[in-house]
């Protein structure tokens, strides 16, 4: 079957740096996605990798490893509106299917 | 208004109803989604529209019937549901699909109850 893993939960303390892994097994493999939903509130966008390697957007790093089928998002600098759930998502082969994992609840703390 | 609007926000029905939810994207996109999300569980893609064309039907049961009139509205038609239905329905919409990043932009979510 299809499935992404990811850590249920994560806490860390203002100003720390966390990683959040997400191992993938898919039919298909276009690329790793990753989203941040606050309570509440709709999943956005934060980045996307399709080869290997690490990709920058301000505090924000995504990692992916293809033949390892592992991915993670960094944050640094932890600030308190970090606290929401992270969603690692892998689009299929075709393109037309994006499957979600379970999300990561972050708890930053003071 | 702008990005992705849904309505309505919150709506509860009984399992005899019939209802729709709309979504409305402002982004000059060609792709849209729906998605449920229940707690704990991870997004479940249901549906995918490229260009007002159905493309992926996501082993829906037939008690969800989506329209797509054009490339900027997306309905989700709603009859004889079940309690187990009763999640948070997102909508999305992407540039395109099957390229780039397919980054997607979601809507505010309609959290239906049903009784």
């Known amino acids: 079957g299809q499935s992404l893993e990811q850590p249920s939960e994560v806490t860390a303390v203002e100003g720390a740096i966390v990683q959040i892994n997400c191992t993938y097994q898919?039919?298909?493999?276009?690329?790793l996605s990753w989203y941040q939903q606050h309570d509440g509130g709709a999943p956005t966008f934060l980045s996307y990798?399709?080869?290997?390697g690490l990709e920058e957007t301000g505090r924000f790093s995504s990692f992916l490893s293809r033949s390892d089928s592992y991915g993670y998002l960094l944050l640094q600098e932890l600030q308190m509106k970090d606290s929401a759930s992270y969603f690692c998502?892998?689009?299929?082969?075709?393109?037309?299917?994006?499957?979600f994992g379970a999300g990561t609840r972050l708890f930053v703390k003071a | 208004e702008t990005g992705v609007t849904q309505t309505p926000r919150h709506l509860v029905m009984g399992m005899t109803n019939k209802k729709s939810l709309k979504c409305e994207q402002h982004?000059?996109?060609?792709?849209m989604y729906w998605y449920k999300q229940s707690a704990k569980k991870p997004l479940e893609l249901m549906f995918v529209?490229?260009?007002?064309?159905?493309?992926e039907n996501n082993s829906v049961p037939s008690r969800f019937s989506p329209e797509c009139p054009n490339s900027s509205h997306l309905f989700l038609h709603l009859h004889t549901l079940q309690p187990e239905d009763s999640a948070l329905y997102l909508c999305?919409?992407?540039?395109?699909?099957?390229?780039?990043?397919?980054?997607?932009?979601f809507g505010p979510g309609t959290r239906l109850t049903v009784l």
């Open positions: 898919t039919s298909g493999f276009y690329g």
């Open positions: 990798n399709a080869l290997d």
């Open positions: 529209y490229s260009l007002e064309e159905r493309v």
């Open positions: 999305a919409s992407s540039q395109d699909i099957g390229q780039g990043s397919d980054e997607q932009f």
């Open positions: 998502a892998v689009r299929d082969t075709g393109g037309f299917k994006t499957i």
């Open positions: 982004l000059g996109h060609n792709a």
